[in-house]
């Protein structure tokens, strides 16, 4: 298969042991009833399997709608992949799934959602900090608060729940690039990258008067706790929810979703370089 034929949202490349391992939101259920994920495996970034599923939703599990977004980590040994996921009777949130291949299949690992209860939350992202800290960053969805935001939440070293209060970093409205003719601001799909230099960025997904986007925050102290400042938008041709990884040969890429309307998305991927601390197209 070639990306044009992977249909999936939100797409997460995990390179592990010579081989690339492509997960993403299904396509055909991504605002329906949902049964699971899939995972794609190539060795050259072009070639890619069929789908496999590596993830089935469990009989008598709380959710079985929209399951969003999943990204899977090499921590400790193990897989995790954060899933948001979301029912009829609760409200959106993200939880962990565990597995010892990333092939699956990805089990429940928490008993419930990591996310604050009560919250509508979405697009959980894996950070670990300097000192080894893991957490968790996610948005609070628009449909909630209007003015969406992300934030930022300890976990426990073995993943298995909160380990203190969660943290606002921004709200979307913030960069001054933000349409504040708006009466709604979106955030979607945080991910965090560390530059060379020691930067911390974090690009995310929004609206703004040209489609859907990807944007470029970055941290002044470079933590987690430090002030978020916005750069332009990296990319504005209504594509966005990119993660960056490094393919095994050291090149660097960016892979996002485009165009941002079902059913024609699919996965693009974009080279990209470290320019003045920052993370720019090639």
Do not use: I, L
């Given at each position: 298969m070639k990306f044009s034929d992977v249909h999936i949202r939100d797409p997460f490349v995990l390179p592990y042991d010579g081989k690339y391992y492509l997960y993403g939101t299904r396509g055909s259920t991504a605002w329906t009833k949902a049964e699971g994920l899939d995972v794609y495996v190539s060795t050259d970034l072009e070639d890619?399997?069929?789908?496999?599923?590596?993830?089935?939703?469990?009989q008598n599990f709380w959710a079985d709608k929209e399951i969003w977004a999943p990204e899977v980590h090499h921590y400790n040994g193990s897989f995790y992949m954060f899933v948001t996921f979301r029912s009829e009777e609760r409200d959106r949130a993200t939880q962990i799934l565990k597995s010892d291949s990333p092939m699956g299949p990805f089990l429940p690992f928490t008993e419930d959602a990591i996310t604050p209860i009560g919250w509508r939350c979405l697009d959980g992202t894996f950070y670990v900090d300097k000192k080894g800290v893991p957490y968790i960053i996610f948005c609070r969805e628009w449909q909630q608060v209007k003015d969406g935001e992300i934030h930022a939440m300890k976990l426990k070293k073995d993943l298995t729940a909160a380990d203190g209060e969660p943290i606002l970093l921004f709200k979307a409205s913030q960069p001054d690039w933000a349409d504040k003719t708006r009466e709604t601001f979106i955030t979607d799909g945080p991910f965090m990258y560390r530059t060379k230099d020691d930067r911390l960025l974090m690009i995310w997904?929004?609206?703004?008067?040209?489609?859907?986007?990807q944007a470029v925050a970055y941290s002044d102290n470079g933590e987690i706790n430090g002030n978020w400042l916005h750069e332009s938008p990296m990319f504005e041709e209504n594509g966005g929810h990119g993660m960056i990884f490094d393919d095994f040969n050291g090149n660097k890429y960016l892979i996002l979703h485009s165009?941002?309307?079902n059913p024609?998305?699919?996965p693009i991927l974009f080279p990209v370089v470290e320019i003045d601390g920052s993370i720019k197209l090639v």
């Open positions: 890619w399997t069929d789908a496999h599923e590596c993830f089935a939703v469990p997904s929004t609206f703004t008067p040209k489609g859907y986007v165009p941002n309307e024609y998305e699919r």
